[in-house]
């Protein structure tokens, strides 16, 4: 069984860090271009962060960028999501996603997350004094 989950959300103080985790059960990571993403109550689904298969390719949204770092660890199957000086805006459910092999995984990675196959469940990150 396929299956994603993430942990590491919590309360946490402006400016503060959180690490979150993302592990893979039912499949290997490795080969599948991954991605966080997030929603905030009454918003849409945001994209925060993408990383190729080779994690040459990240990419982040503007409102993250400097702060939030991708990674993934395929012998833990595992992928991270380090963020940093956080701020009351960054408050919202994270999700990580998986996008089976492609032809383009190796040197990119979609933003949007329509283009994703395995999703977790969520984990909820409160930025708050």
């Known amino acids: 069984q396929v299956q994603l989950v993430e942990s590491g959300g919590g309360l946490v103080q402006p400016g503060g860090s959180l690490r979150l985790s993302c592990a893979a059960s039912?499949?290997?990571?490795?080969?599948?271009?991954i991605g966080w993403f997030r929603q905030a109550p009454g918003k849409e689904t945001e994209g925060v962060s993408c990383?190729?298969?080779?994690?040459?390719?990240?990419h982040y949204a503007d409102s993250v960028q400097g702060r939030f770092t991708i990674s993934r660890d395929n012998a833990k199957n595992t992928v991270y999501l380090q963020m940093n000086a956080l701020e009351p805006e960054d408050t919202a459910v994270y999700y990580c996603?998986?996008?089976?092999?492609?032809?383009?995984?190796?040197?990119?990675?979609?933003?949007?997350?329509?283009?994703?196959?395995?999703w977790g469940q969520g984990t909820q990150v409160t930025v708050s004094s």
């Open positions: 996603a998986a996008k089976a092999p492609w032809s383009g995984s190796s040197y990119y990675c979609p933003p949007g997350p329509t283009d994703y196959d395995y």
């Open positions: 039912g499949f290997t990571l490795d080969g599948y271009t």
């Open positions: 990383a190729s298969t080779s994690d040459d390719y990240t």
